[in-house]
């Protein structure tokens, strides 16, 4: 971490720590019975929903169940060659509306999902691990039927994407992966990885989410997130609001579990194994998830990887500077 940021004070040292993505909807799906009632309607008609040819402008979401009970909210929209994109901590599949929007309007199928214990999904209180989250989107692929996808993973969800397609690559469905502003290989300083983060970053990430997350939701976005608190920058209360919004809907105690998920995981051998070309994506001034423990170690890791950074862009820059990103996703996906 910089000077700055070991000298800030407590809270904006749990703040600068470390990124991941969000986009939910509020509290009233928490604690409301109409929405209780909504997940379970839409679970009921789940394998029903795709059995029909879909309108190449057809624009769906509804419920898968996993094995172990818990419910998957998802969007999927269009037709064409399918992109699953995988939100950070601890927001929603709300975070990628400028690149779903984008990218269907180029003729391409897009899906989101809420990880378990984010947005509308179950709150289940277990199966915050890597392994668990690979598994739902095999799940929901499996579900869905995709074929040829494309995976696109920001912070956490970067490292979802790379425990799913490291694992389960050889099932045939995966055409390539993104990986923009994502944790692996590893977050967690330790004598293997000495620049990472230290634990004291993380506990406080959990002091703050038991202590105060509404407030604690607000920090982030407002300040390292999406390079708010740079001079000059132009910050947007829009996108701080919906940021509060999508970490707010989901499980205080699944989003508390999976900072040690993003953490600690160590995706090394992961990165080793995927033989699809990977597109790396990294902000030099990604005060969230620093660029030279991340991407370019990651990069190297890869059979295939392609690394692409970005002079000054933030950890949320999918968002900030979503026509840049945009632009050369389209390029790679198109390669």
């Given at each position: 971490?910089?000077?700055?940021?070991?000298?800030?004070?407590?809270?904006?040292?749990?703040?600068?720590?470390?990124?991941?993505?969000?986009?939910?909807?509020?509290a009233?799906?928490?604690?409301?019975?109409?929405?209780?009632?909504?997940?379970?309607?839409?679970?009921?008609?789940?394998?029903?929903?795709?059995?029909?040819?879909?309108?190449?402008?057809?624009?769906?979401?509804?419920?898968?169940?996993?094995?172990?009970?818990t419910?998957?909210?998802?969007?999927?929209?269009?037709?064409g060659?399918?992109?699953?994109?995988?939100?950070?901590?601890?927001?929603?599949?709300?975070?990628?509306?400028?690149?779903m929007l984008?990218?269907?309007?180029?003729?391409y199928?897009?899906?989101?999902?809420?990880?378990?214990?984010?947005?509308?999904?179950?709150?289940?209180?277990?199966?915050?691990?890597?392994?668990?989250?690979?598994?739902?989107?095999?799940?929901?692929a499996?579900?869905?039927?995709?074929?040829?996808?494309?995976?696109?993973?920001?912070?956490?969800?970067?490292?979802?994407?790379?425990?799913?397609?490291?694992?389960?690559?050889?099932?045939?469905?995966i055409?390539?992966?993104?990986?923009?502003?994502?944790?692996?290989?590893?977050?967690?300083?330790?004598?293997?990885?000495?620049?990472?983060?230290?634990?004291?970053?993380?506990?406080?990430?959990?002091?703050?989410?038991?202590?105060n997350?509404?407030?604690?939701?607000?920090?982030?976005?407002?300040?390292?997130?999406?390079g708010?608190?740079?001079?000059?920058?132009?910050?947007?209360?829009?996108?701080?609001?919906?940021?509060w919004?999508?970490?707010?809907?989901?499980?205080?105690k699944?989003?508390?579990d999976?900072?040690?998920?993003?953490?600690?995981?160590?995706?090394?051998?992961?990165?080793?194994?995927?033989?699809v070309?990977?597109?790396?994506m990294?902000?030099?001034?990604?005060?969230?998830?620093?660029?030279?423990?991340?991407?370019?170690?990651?990069?190297?890791?890869?059979?295939?990887?392609t690394?692409?950074?970005?002079?000054?862009?933030?950890?949320?820059?999918?968002?900030?500077?979503?026509?840049?990103?945009?632009?050369?996703?389209?390029?790679?996906?198109?390669?």
């Amino acid at each position: 971490m910089t000077d700055d940021i070991q000298n800030a004070s407590r809270r904006h040292v749990m703040v600068a720590g470390l990124g991941l993505v969000a986009t939910a909807a509020a509290a009233s799906f928490t604690n409301s019975a109409e929405a209780a009632s909504h997940k379970h309607s839409a679970a009921a008609n789940q394998k029903t929903a795709h059995s029909t040819a879909k309108d190449k402008n057809a624009m769906t979401s509804s419920y898968i169940t996993t094995k172990d009970g818990t419910q998957i909210f998802y969007k999927d929209w269009g037709t064409g060659q399918p992109i699953v994109f995988h939100h950070g901590w601890p927001l929603s599949a709300d975070d990628w509306d400028a690149q779903m929007l984008y990218f269907l309007g180029k003729g391409y199928r897009v899906i989101a999902h809420d990880r378990r214990g984010h947005g509308r999904s179950s709150q289940p209180g277990y199966g915050n691990d890597m392994d668990t989250y690979a598994a739902d989107v095999a799940e929901l692929a499996e579900h869905l039927d995709l074929k040829n996808a494309i995976h696109v993973g920001h912070s956490t969800g970067g490292g979802e994407v790379t425990r799913y397609v490291g694992n389960y690559e050889s099932r045939g469905r995966i055409a390539k992966a993104v990986l923009i502003g994502a944790i692996p290989p590893v977050m967690l300083k330790s004598d293997k990885n000495p620049g990472g983060l230290p634990l004291e970053v993380f506990d406080g990430f959990r002091t703050s989410i038991a202590a105060n997350r509404a407030q604690f939701y607000r920090d982030i976005p407002e300040g390292p997130f999406y390079g708010f608190n740079r001079p000059g920058a132009k910050v947007s209360q829009g996108v701080i609001d919906n940021w509060w919004r999508q970490g707010m809907m989901g499980s205080a105690k699944d989003q508390y579990d999976c900072v040690e998920v993003f953490s600690e995981t160590d995706f090394t051998d992961d990165l080793k194994k995927i033989k699809v070309p990977v597109l790396v994506m990294h902000g030099t001034d990604d005060q969230i998830v620093p660029i030279a423990d991340s991407a370019l170690l990651a990069a190297k890791l890869l059979k295939n990887g392609t690394l692409k950074t970005y002079d000054g862009l933030p950890h949320g820059m999918a968002t900030t500077h979503a026509e840049i990103i945009n632009a050369d996703l389209l390029k790679f996906f198109q390669a």
